[in-house]
C-alpha cells in the first residue's frame, strides 16, 4: 500500500519563528512532489511544488530527498497567517493520475 | 484563468436518500476531473476520476457513482446514502497533459442523520 506520512502535530510556534515539517512515502515510483496548505474547513489548495535540487518561495523552502524518501517544508518568519493543516502530496508513480495525501501537520502560529 | 464550481456548499440528508453533487470548470478543455472525500480528521482519499467524457475510474468500492456528461463537468451521485457518507466532497481539475498538480473546488460538506 502507498502511503504519505506526516507528524500530525499540533505545532504551535510564536510569530518569527522557523518551523520545519517532514514527510516520508513509500512509493519509489512517485515522480512529483508537493505541499497544499489547507485551511480549516476549506479546500486544500497548492503552496509550492518540490525538486529535487530544493526550492524557495519567499519564506518557505522544499527539500526533497529520493534516496531516503523524504520531504521537507520549512517557514522562516512565521505569520499569524501561516496557521493551517499542511499536507504532504506525491503522485503514484510515472504517467499516474492520481496523488496520494498525507493526513497533513497543522500548524498554529502564536501571537 | 481557470475556476472549479461545487455545489452546493453544505447538505444534510437523511440515511437512504439520494445524491446528486455536481462540479463545474471553467476556462479550460479536457481537464482530469477528480472526487475526493475527506472524512473528519481524516486525509484525502480519491474517490473517481476522469480523464474524458464518459470515462469513469472508481477508486474505491462504495455505493457512489461518478458521470461526466460533459467535458467540464463532473457528477457525484448515491442511490441511497449511508452514515458513513457524510465528509467533505471535493472536486478538482488537473491538465490533461500533465499528471500532476490538481486544483480543487470550495468543496460539499455533507452530514448525513
Known amino acids: 500500500r502507498k502511503e504519505v506520512e506526516q507528524d500530525p502535530g499540533p505545532f504551535n510556534v510564536p510569530e518569527g519563528a522557523t518551523v520545519a515539517f517532514n514527510c516520508t512515502y513509500s512509493?519509489?515510483?512517485?515522480?512529483?512532489f508537493f505541499w497544499y496548505r489547507q485551511d480549516c474547513r476549506k479546500e486544500p489548495k497548492l503552496l509550492m511544488s518540490?525538486?529535487?535540487s530544493g526550492n524557495e518561495d519567499g519564506r518557505f523552502t522544499a527539500q526533497l530527498n529520493r534516496a531516503s524518501q523524504y520531504i521537507s517544508l520549512l517557514i522562516r518568519d512565521s505569520k499569524l497567517s501561516d496557521s493551517a493543516t499542511y499536507l504532504c502530496v506525491v503522485t503514484e508513480g510515472a504517467g499516474s493520475y492520481q496523488l496520494t495525501f498525507g493526513k497533513g501537520t497543522k500548524l498554529s502560529v502564536i501571537p | 484563468s481557470q475556476t472549479i464550481h461545487q455545489w452546493p456548499a453544505t447538505l444534510v440528508q437523511p440515511v437512504g436518500s439520494p445524491l446528486s453533487l455536481e462540479c463545474t470548470v471553467e476556462?479550460?478543455?479536457?481537464?482530469?476531473l477528480y472526487w475526493y472525500r475527506q472524512a473528519a480528521g481524516r486525509g484525502l482519499q480519491l474517490l473517481f476520476y476522469?480523464?474524458?467524457?464518459?470515462?469513469i475510474s472508481s477508486e474505491v468500492p462504495q455505493n457512489l457513482s461518478a458521470s461526466r456528461p460533459q467535458d467540464r463537468q463532473f457528477i457525484l451521485s448515491s442511490k441511497k446514502l449511508l452514515l458513513s457518507d457524510s465528509g467533505f466532497y471535493l472536486c478538482?481539475?488537473?491538465?490533461?497533459?500533465?499528471?500532476?498538480?490538481?486544483?480543487f473546488g470550495p468543496g460539499t460538506r455533507l452530514t448525513v442523520l
Open positions: 476522469s480523464v474524458g467524457i464518459g470515462q
Open positions: 476556462g479550460t478543455s479536457n481537464p482530469n
Open positions: 478538482a481539475w488537473g491538465l490533461a497533459l500533465a499528471t500532476d498538480t490538481q486544483y
Open positions: 518540490v525538486y529535487s
Open positions: 512509493n519509489s515510483a512517485s515522480q512529483s
